[in-house]
């Protein structure tokens, strides 16, 4: 089983789109038994909110819920729970190492990294662009699909 962490800042906008989008896939491929993903945060700041309104309707848009989502903080145990944990952007990069106790294994990678345009996923909490956050989720996690097949 491949078990794959997304994390961003409040976790409630890109890495909780990254792993509804990724859930969807798996399940698009009939790989549910296959996987676990799941989403954390780096930040304390949105503990125990749903997905923000905005990033909820992006994913409606495209028939995927995410009922039930609660933001929690990453901890250094996912480390070892977890075979990636794939940051939104440098800066959360920089907090899950510093979080985890480094990255011995390889295991934390930006999402973006793996496709052919590397860099950080759009921030729609400043940019407001949830279609962009979207699109660079959406590219991100089929990359990771065809990675792990």
Known sequence: MKRILFVCHGNICRSPMAEYIMKHLV???????????????TSTEEL???????ARRKL???????????????TRSDYDKYDL??????????????????DPEGKIIRLLDLTHRPGDV????????????????LEGCQQLMKKCQ
């Open 27 to 41: 399940a698009e491929a009939g790989q549910e038994d296959n996987w676990y993903i799941a989403s954390a945060a």
């Open 48 to 54: 125990g909110n749903p997905v923000y309104p905005p």
């Open 60 to 74: 409606a848009e495209h028939g995927i819920r995410c009922d039930g989502h609660s933001a929690r903080q990453l």
């Open 85 to 102: 944990l794939i940051g939104m952007d440098s800066y959360n990069i920089r907090n899950m190492q510093r979080m985890c106790g480094g």
């Open 122 to 137: 759009a921030d729609p909490w400043y940019t407001g662009d949830f279609e962009a956050t979207w699109c660079d989720c």
